[in-house]
């Protein structure tokens, strides 16, 4: 995501006619992929040239767990979007945002990335909490099971998700981690296995270290999944069209 910040002007919105309503329910409209995050933007949006075939503002959205842990969320605002939601998207600004996971490939490092594709933004006064993913996809290659240092079980997926909407359609791979007991059944899981999976969107930190010999710190953004549960075959493709 920091290729899309380099040099990017500061996103200015139009002055709203009244302040932005608060919002109490704030829901997306999307059957197979949704994803709804508030928090305090980190700093103030600019403007991230076209993604996905749309100009865009991008900014980081700083989103706290119930553990006080902040996950650093990468957000992505169509510019059409910003101004018909009148949100000025400025550096300590409570927001939620709410629309889709997309990955993008990164040239600097040469990896796919995940972000947020909102198509509904607004201030947020009531839960700066708010945390929710729920995607359907296809498994994308055998899962990865693997039991950490401290006894805990892990399996990591890909996930593909098809778009047919016409805001952001194609196709995302969306690296997803399972935890415990759904470690365990995410790990029996074929290649174009289709799945419904809940959670929450999430950074990591990680060390990576350089052909010099020098490490890096790294952030890695994947769905921590709570929940999992297995769908018809073909689903997803009947669903889009596609």
Not at 14 to 23: D, F, I, R
Not at 154 to 172: E, K, L
Not at 208 to 223: M, N, W
Request: proline share 6%.
């Amino acid at each position: 995501m920091n290729e899309l910040y380099a040099s990017a002007p500061v996103y200015n919105p139009p002055v709203p006619a009244s302040a932005a309503a608060p919002v109490k329910h704030f829901a997306t409209r999307f059957e197979q992929d949704e994803v709804t995050v508030s928090g305090t933007v980190e700093e103030t949006a600019v403007r991230g040239g076209n993604l996905f075939g749309r100009e865009v503002v991008v900014f980081t959205l700083l989103s706290t767990r119930l553990s006080g842990a902040v996950d650093r969320i990468p957000v992505c605002v169509p510019l059409d979007v910003a101004e018909r939601y009148n949100v000025a998207l400025r550096t300590d600004d409570l927001v939620v945002v709410s629309g889709q996971l997309r990955t993008y490939y990164c040239e600097t490092d040469g990896h796919m990335h995940a972000l947020v594709c909102a198509s509904l933004v607004a201030t947020s006064l009531d839960d700066p909490q708010i945390n929710y993913v729920r995607i359907t996809g296809e498994i994308t290659k055998q899962p990865v099971y693997r039991v950490t240092p401290f006894g805990r079980q892990i399996t990591d997926a890909s996930i593909c998700v098809f778009y047919s909407d016409p805001v952001y359609r194609g196709v995302a791979h969306v690296p997803c981690v399972f935890w415990g007991g759904f470690a365990n059944v995410a790990s029996t899981y074929k290649p174009r296995e289709t799945i419904s999976v809940f959670g929450r969107f999430q950074s990591r930190e990680y060390q990576k270290q350089l052909p010099d010999g020098t490490v890096e710190t790294r952030i890695a953004h994947e769905v921590s999944v709570h929940h999992c549960v297995p769908i018809e075959r073909n689903f997803l493709r009947s669903k889009s069209g596609m």
